[in-house]
């Protein structure tokens, strides 16, 4: 065993785009990579949305379909380790929690056939395998953006005796506490692909809106 001197430098970026649908996660994703340098690739289960954006950045793309189990996206991260990339975009994560073959989908199958429809004992199965891609994402020694899909989380209120809606805010569609995981977790507020950090180790971002751009990228290395 051997201490060595900390670098910011040596340390791989964790970053999260966290956003509603169409609000510009993988645009803005692609735009940090470019910034960063170095060869890029992207793991795509979005159909291919990814390489609409060719034009901005030059990518290698693997067209990641279902089944979206945590084994294939642990595949998928090993395979571009191998090839050298630089930098990886996942887009998105959120299918590894809730898209066809994901985590929840998992539990369902699990429980009915094994325990009785009992999802409790189901999800012992699965986090350890949630854990494992949640791992591998931490280990690599790429830089890695992870794009989430959000939605709004609302709660029901009761005032001056009539009961109304509120919104709380957005919601990112994984499990509870995966931020946590990643250096810096930035939501898409609006279009012109505008964030506010949610979480940032950086200490490079306020909690005004910042316009994603390239620099942003490059930024985020020096």
């Excluded at 012992?124 to 890695?144: E, G, V, W, Y």
């Amino acid at each position: 065993m051997e201490f060595k001197k900390a670098v910011r430098k040596q340390a791989k970026l964790r970053l999260a785009l966290s956003g509603p649908s169409g609000s510009g996660k993988t645009y803005g994703a692609l735009l940090l990579a470019k910034g960063m340098g170095g060869r890029t690739a992207v793991i795509d289960t979005e159909r291919g949305s990814a390489s609409l954006y060719s034009h901005i950045h030059d990518f290698d793309a693997l067209d990641l379909d279902p089944p979206y189990t945590p084994e294939r996206f642990v595949d998928a991260v090993h395979a571009a380790e191998r090839a050298g990339y630089d930098v990886l975009v996942i887009d998105s994560i959120t299918h590894e929690w809730s898209g066809v073959g994901g985590c929840l989908e998992l539990v369902d199958e699990i429980a009915r056939a094994r325990y009785k429809g009992n999802s409790w004992s189901a999800w012992n199965d699965i986090t350890p395998r949630h854990r494992a891609f949640l791992d591998t994402i931490l280990r690599s020694p790429m830089h890695i953006i992870a794009t989430m899909r959000s939605k709004t989380e609302t709660a029901q209120t009761e005032e001056n005796g009539r009961k109304k809606v509120v919104k709380l805010g957005m919601k990112a569609e994984q499990r509870d506490g995966s931020e946590y995981e990643f250096t810096t977790v930035l939501d898409i507020v609006h279009d012109g692909h505008y964030a506010t950090p949610s979480k940032d180790r950086t200490g490079l971002f306020t909690g005004d809106p910042h316009q994603i751009t390239e620099a942003t990228g490059a930024m985020l290395l020096d």
